[in-house]
């Protein structure tokens, strides 16, 4: 299974970016998705992840800026990100867990990550 995330750039503040994720190889079935982040010196946080029931969780800096989405017959995760800020600045890396085959337990899998840079 690989996850190739894209979509990232930069952009000024105030400005929007959306970020994709799609997970690709031998897939059974795909339970939550998500992505993180990581600035420079930082810690690696939570952004924002989405069940397979749709239900969506967002780190309280991003709640009601940036929206999650996915596309199941895709395997992809999308990251709607607006009102983009400086400190928004960081390598954004998606995760889905994943179960390749029946009987096999989930796991989760990460993308390479992609830079997001917001200028003030």
């Known amino acids: 299974v690989q996850l190739q995330a894209s979509g990232g750039g930069l952009v000024q503040a105030g400005g929007s970016l959306r970020l994709s994720c799609a997970a690709s190889?031998?897939?059974?079935?795909?339970?939550?998705m998500g992505w993180y982040r990581q600035a420079p010196g930082n810690q690696r946080e939570l952004v924002a992840t989405?069940?397979?029931?749709?239900?969506?969780n967002y780190e309280p800096s991003v709640k009601g800026r940036f929206t999650i989405s996915r596309d199941n017959a895709k395997s992809t995760v999308y990251l709607q990100m607006n009102s983009l800020k400086p400190e928004d600045t960081a390598v954004y890396y998606c995760?889905?867990?994943?179960?390749?085959?029946?009987?096999?337990?989930?796991?989760?899998?990460w993308g390479q990550g992609t830079l997001v840079t917001v200028s003030s």
């Open positions: 995760y889905s867990n994943i179960r390749r085959s029946y009987g096999l337990a989930p796991r989760d899998y």
């Open positions: 190889g031998s897939i059974f079935s795909v339970n939550a």
């Open positions: 989405i069940s397979s029931r749709l239900n969506e």
